[in-house]
């Protein structure tokens, strides 16, 4: 399975989301593709948010998930 992604520079959108944009090659099934995005899913917490299909065929994903900012509920370093 051939698939391209940044995934070391998610970009912070919006203040609530990071996004990641993964190329899936012309080659690769739809079986395939499906597969890969749900394990993205399920493991990575990430959920579809836009989807496009180019000329060539390769179709490229973003994908978004939520940023979770931890607070201090110690009160030690305020």
Known sequence: ???????????????EY???TVSIARDVSRHDAARML??????GRWELATSSLYV??????????????ARNTLGIFD
């Open 38 to 43: 749900a394990e993205e899913a399920e493991y």
């Open 18 to 20: 990071e996004y990641r």
């Open 1 to 15: 399975m051939t698939a391209r992604s940044d995934r070391r520079t998610p970009v912070p959108r919006h203040g």
């Open 56 to 69: 060539g065929g390769e179709r490229r994903v973003m994908l978004r998930r939520r940023i979770i900012r």
